[in-house]
């Protein structure tokens, strides 16, 4: 089992709909990043959050720390949205040691 | 603000040639990150630098993968011989300290080895 776990895998939705994906993770964390990979590799960060919730336009982030669980939501989805969401937490502790563990992705496609 | 360069972005090499990525940090970034992605999978960390000393390179491959940081500045990831199975995109990312702030992703070497 990952430690980090994402859901769907695969979500395909029509263009307007609410988009929501999901992060689990077994691993204590002190941030969690969301991240957007597009055709062609390149990764975008989208959020770091560490409590709460944050919005950037039609995105929004929440983490719950106790529950170890964040979600990401699209409102309005369009098809230029369409691309890998990948959920990945940094660990608490030794700052030097630290690296990023990734979920292993959920593909999004948006329909016209 | 400039962002992470990576070149090359795409590259076809056949299987026992040798290859090299190219990254260029954010300035002023002490923290540089070597990630391999095999489709359908997350980014797997290979090798990790602060400054041009080695942080972390317990999941590099060092019988065929090799990277160095010599200035502290930019870095190359080497493969030699490439096999098929390292077919990958290949990220590079860079961040202020260890920790979280200001990480940035670059846009990725697509290799394919036939």
């Known amino acids: 089992k990952n430690e980090v776990e994402q859901s769907p895998q695969n979500l395909t939705a029509q263009e307007g709909e609410f988009i929501t994906i999901n992060c689990s993770y077994s691993?204590?964390?002190?941030?969690l990043h969301w991240l957007q990979q597009h055709p062609g590799g390149g990764i975008v960060s989208l959020f770091m959050?560490?409590?709460g919730k944050k919005k950037h336009g039609r995105l929004i982030a929440t983490i719950n720390i106790q529950e170890k669980h964040s979600s990401l939501h699209i409102t309005a989805s369009h098809p230029r949205d369409s691309a890998v969401y990948i959920c990945?937490?940094?660990?608490?502790?030794?700052?030097?040691?630290?690296?990023?563990?990734f979920g292993q992705g959920t593909r999004l496609t948006i329909n016209p | 603000e400039a962002g992470v360069a990576q070149s090359p972005r795409y590259k076809i090499i056949e299987k026992r040639q040798s290859v090299a990525f190219w990254c260029n940090p954010i300035?002023?970034?002490?923290?540089l990150y070597w990630y391999q992605q095999i489709l359908g999978q997350g980014p797997k960390l290979l090798i990790q630098?602060?400054?041009?000393?080695?942080?972390?390179d317990s999941q590099l491959p060092k019988d065929r993968f090799s990277a160095e940081r010599l200035k502290g500045v930019d870095s190359t990831l080497k493969i030699q011989p490439a096999k098929l199975e390292d077919s990958a995109v290949y990220l590079c990312?860079?961040?202020f300290g260890t920790g979280t702030y200001g990480y940035t992703f670059g846009s990725g070497t697509r290799l394919t080895v036939v």
């Open positions: 990312a860079s961040s």
């Open positions: 691993v204590g964390i002190s941030a």
């Open positions: 300035s002023g970034h002490a923290t």
């Open positions: 990945a937490g940094w660990p608490g502790g030794k700052q030097g040691a630290q690296k990023l563990v």
């Open positions: 959050l560490s409590s």
């Open positions: 630098f602060q400054n041009n000393g080695v942080v972390d």
